[in-house]
């Protein structure tokens, strides 16, 4: 099946700093997805990004689908950006979401 | 608009117990599924639903079933509740576009569920 790996795993900045993190995934897929998961464990879609780049204010995303990776930028980082961000890869054969292990992200004040 | 509603928030089972996880959405949204998230994982898929009638199996689907009778409704059943089924599990609803690319993915806020 296919594999998705996140990293780093962990990830502790403070407030104003900017962050990358990366997704690879073993196979192709019909989409990928970026999720945030706040402190509170409400799941919210941040970005859907099969290729290219797409940008919401301080978060920007690019996926290089022929290299099987993509990358979430988040600049100026504020502290409600805490969290875990998810990777989730969508299988071509039937719309399951295949989910990374995820980025802890703490931003401190 | 409530979006996706999970009940309950939280549940205490004795082993082999059973139980209904309850999931409603009010988007009109045709595909529905089920995940549970452990602890330092990403979410795993249970089951999924494309729409009213139709339900499949994902990554983990051993010891729970569902069905689909409306498009609004997607209950999880616990058949026989085990300890390994402690998780957090989560419904979440979307639609269909295009070439077949799931949108609009919608949680809702989650069930806790331990098994003791």
């Known amino acids: 099946g296919i594999q998705v790996e996140q990293s780093p795993p962990d990830l502790i900045l403070q407030e104003g700093a900017n962050s990358t993190l990366r997704c690879n995934f073993s196979?192709?897929?019909?989409?990928l997805q970026w999720f945030h998961q706040n402190p509170w464990g409400q799941l919210i879609n941040l970005f859907y990004?099969?290729?290219?780049?797409k940008q919401n204010g301080r978060l920007s995303a690019t996926t290089v689908a022929t290299e099987r990776y993509s990358l979430l930028y988040i600049s100026s980082s504020q502290t409600t950006d805490s969290g875990v961000y998810f990777c989730?890869?969508?299988?071509?054969?039937?719309?399951?979401?295949?989910w990374g292990a995820g980025t802890k992200l703490i931003i401190k004040p | 608009n409530a979006g996706v509603t999970q009940t309950p928030k939280f549940q205490v089972l004795k082993t082999g117990q059973s139980m209904t996880l309850q999931c409603a959405q009010d988007?009109?949204?045709?595909?529905m599924s089920w995940y549970r998230q452990d602890p330092g994982m990403g979410l795993r898929l249970i089951h999924y639903?494309?729409?009213?009638?139709?339900?499949d199996q994902g990554e983990v689907p051993n010891g729970y079933n569902v069905s689909r009778s409306t498009t609004e409704d997607f209950p999880l059943r616990l058949l026989s509740a085990a300890p390994s089924q402690t998780s957090v599990y989560f419904c979440?609803?979307?639609?269909?576009?295009?070439?077949?690319?799931?949108?609009?993915?919608?949680f809702g806020s989650g069930t806790r569920l331990t098994v003791v």
């Open positions: 979440a609803s979307s639609y269909v576009e295009g070439r077949g690319t799931n949108y609009g993915y919608t």
């Open positions: 988007m009109n949204h045709e595909y």
């Open positions: 639903s494309v729409g009213a009638g139709i339900t």
């Open positions: 196979d192709s897929v019909n989409n």
């Open positions: 990004i099969p290729s290219g780049t």
């Open positions: 989730a890869v969508e299988r071509v054969s039937n719309y399951q979401l295949i």
